[in-house]
T-cell receptor, first 113, second 113 residues
Framework: SQQGEEDPQALSIQEGENATMNCSYK?????LQWYRQNSGRGLVHLIL?????REKHSGRLRVTLDTSKKSSSLLITASRAADTASYFC?????????????FGPGTRLSVLP | KAGVTQTPRYLIKTRGQQVTLSCSPI?????VSWYQQTPGQGLQFLFE???????NKGNFPGRFSGRQFSNSRSEMNVSTLELGDSALYLC????????????FGPGTRLTVT
């Protein structure tokens, strides 16, 4: 099963509202990253939070990390229609060959005008 | 600084054919990773190259291969294409290890008929 799992799978809100997405993972990590993807395009890096950090901000984005619960949340405040996208968390994980990023299935956010 | 570029952007191939996709990383980035994205499986890690050496690989059959050149440009090759290989192939570069953010290209949309 995947290292990261986002929740909810889909979220629909009105412009101006806040959107919260959660990510849970299974094994210990060194860092966790959040990415945004507009429909069928490349991913854009949003925030990287290290395992020794608890909270990080970037503009309207706030990410928290709880390593004891193996979970992270992404909060987008005062959402805009342009925030409509899929959001993914990625964690570093080991496989038989080494270390790589593992992405969750994503949360599809729709911001309605 | 120019972003990650991928060529071609769209490709239609027939079952049994082979295909080569190209990725040019951000200048100075020595790590290039490839991902396959499908609606059913999500984002899956294919392999990573660093300084012309494959540093890690995911769980894909040997039909998927790659290489990296001395200028850090990378190619991936898929031989004997199957219908299930239809996907968005994304390339990402980063300056160092997994503690650094990845920068993604726009992707190559491969359709196998």
């Amino acid at each position: 099963s995947q290292q990261g799992e986002e929740d909810p799978q889909a979220l629909s809100i009105q412009e101006g509202e806040n959107a919260t997405m959660n990510c849970s993972y299974k094994t210990s990590i060194n860092n966790l990253q959040w990415y945004r993807q507009n429909s069928g395009r490349g991913l854009v890096h949003l925030i990287l939070i290290r395992s020794n950090e608890r909270e990080k901000h970037s503009g309207r984005l706030r990410v928290t990390l709880d390593t004891s619960k193996k979970s992270s949340s992404l909060l987008i405040t005062a959402s805009r229609a342009a925030d409509t996208a899929s959001y993914f968390c990625a964690t570093d994980a080991y496989n038989n060959y080494g270390q790589n990023f593992v992405f969750g299935p994503g949360t599809r956010l729709s911001v309605l005008p | 600084k120019a972003g990650v570029t991928q060529t071609p952007r769209y490709l239609i191939k027939t079952r049994g054919q082979q295909v080569t996709l190209s990725c040019s990383p951000i200048s100075g980035h020595r790590s290039v990773s490839w991902y396959q994205q499908t609606p059913g499986q999500g984002l899956q890690f294919l392999f990573e190259y660093f300084s012309e050496t494959q540093r890690n690989k995911g769980n894909f059959p040997g039909r998927f291969s790659g290489r990296q050149f001395s200028n850090s440009r990378s190619e991936m090759n898929v031989s004997t294409l199957e219908l299930g290989d239809s996907a968005l192939y994304l390339c990402a570069s980063r300056i160092g290890g997994l503690n650094y953010e990845q920068y993604f290209g726009p992707g190559t949309r491969l359709t196998v008929t």
